[in-house]
């Protein structure tokens, strides 16, 4: 990581700046697109990008095989998977 040598209160600044700036541009771009209708094929194309997101926490992030191995909470390690999901 290349911020390893900075001071944790220039961390800290940091995070703030970011948050910080995740409400002014993220809203607009909800605005302009919350009557946008869904086609069928977008919904598709995202139930799959979940299947692929599911895929890969299962198989290979650290923390959730880790997790699953260790007899961990499975309800916890896996509550950030989405609700629906689809493999093709």
């Known amino acids: 990581d290349d911020k390893n040598d900075w001071h944790p209160a220039r961390h800290t600044a ?3 700046d970011c948050l910080a ?28 990008r979940r299947g692929r997101y599911v895929e890969f926490n299962l198989v290979y992030d650290r923390g959730t095989t880790f997790g699953l191995k260790t007899n961990g909470r499975t309800e916890s390690i896996l509550m950030s998977l989405p609700e629906t999901a689809r493999w093709e």
Do not use: S
Not at 21 to 45: C, F, G, M, N, S
């Open 14 to 16: 940091f995070a703030k």
């Open 21 to 48: 700036a995740v409400v002014p541009a993220y809203v607009p771009i909800l605005q302009k697109h919350r009557h946008d209708e869904v086609t069928e094929e977008q919904k598709r194309w995202q139930q799959l």
